[in-house]
T-cell receptor, first 113, second 118 residues
Framework: SQQGEEDPQALSIQEGENATMNCSYK?????LQWYRQNSGRGLVHLIL?????REKHSGRLRVTLDTSKKSSSLLITASRAADTASYFC?????????????FGTGTRLLVSP | NAGVTQTPKFQVLKTGQSMTLQCAQD?????MSWYRQDPGMGLRLIHY???????DQGEVPNGYNVSRSTTEDFPLRLLSAAPSQTSVYFC?????????????????FGQGTRLTVV
């Protein structure tokens, strides 16, 4: 399987705390994306980081990318109960076409009030 | 603006039956894909299309057919349903970003079709 791995599989925190989840992947990439999935719903795009970027911010989200280690992390600061969802990383592998996103196995985040 | 619309939302099939999952997008996206999501497996690519008349296989294509006669529609056909095809199916679409950049763009997902094969 080409799938990436995410760590941890599940994370439980209190509102106001920070949540960090990690993603490892297997091949060289064009870019890496993070998606959120609320229970029973489709995936929603959060942020995209290109292979020549090392860090990117969007609101309370901070993404880092280390292509030498083939890994990325997503930090959600000051978590809210509404952040409760599953989070997936997805990579666009180099030289395999632009619509063949490879998804990780996901991290289930529970933020308690 | 409806985005990506999938129908039906739920379906129960008997083993051996065939059916078509519908996917339509109104954003004039060139790229469309079908994924299946199974517990603990994340999403796996079934088939994808880079434009009308062009389709190709993903990671798990066996037992599925697709066609892309228009930019808007990308139906997924199950030829002879098997219990192993019980899953949640997602359709996604995205723009083809500037050719010079050659970079992927964010994907927009439908709400999913939950399929059970008994």
């Amino acid at each position: 399987s080409q799938q990436g791995e995410e760590d941890p599989q599940a994370l439980s925190i209190q509102e106001g705390e920070n949540a960090t989840m990690n993603c490892s992947y297997k091949t060289s990439i064009n870019n890496l994306q993070w998606y959120r999935q609320n229970s029973g719903r489709g995936l929603v795009h959060l942020i995209l980081i290109r292979s020549n970027e090392r860090e990117k911010h969007s609101g309370r989200l901070r993404v880092t990318l280390d292509t030498s280690k083939k890994s990325s992390s997503l930090l959600i600061t000051a978590s809210r109960a509404a952040d409760t969802a599953s989070y997936f990383c997805a990579t666009a592998p180099m030289n395999t076409g632009f619509q063949k996103l490879v998804f990780g196995t996901g991290t289930r985040l529970l933020v308690s009030p | 603006n409806a985005g990506v619309t999938q129908t039906p939302k739920f379906q129960v099939l008997k083993t051996g039956q065939s059916m078509t999952l519908q996917c339509a997008q109104d954003m004039n996206h060139e790229y469309m894909s079908w994924y299946r999501q199974d517990p603990g497996m994340g999403l796996r690519l079934i088939h994808y299309s880079v434009g009308a008349g062009i389709t190709d296989q993903g990671e798990v294509p066996n037992g599925y057919n697709v066609s892309r006669s228009t930019t808007e529609d990308f139906p997924l056909r199950l030829l002879s349903a098997a219990p192993s095809q019980t899953s949640v199916y997602f359709c996604a679409s995205s723009y083809r970003q500037a050719r010079l950049m050659g970079m992927n763009t964010e994907a927009f997902f439908g709400q999913g079709t939950r399929l059970t094969v008994v």
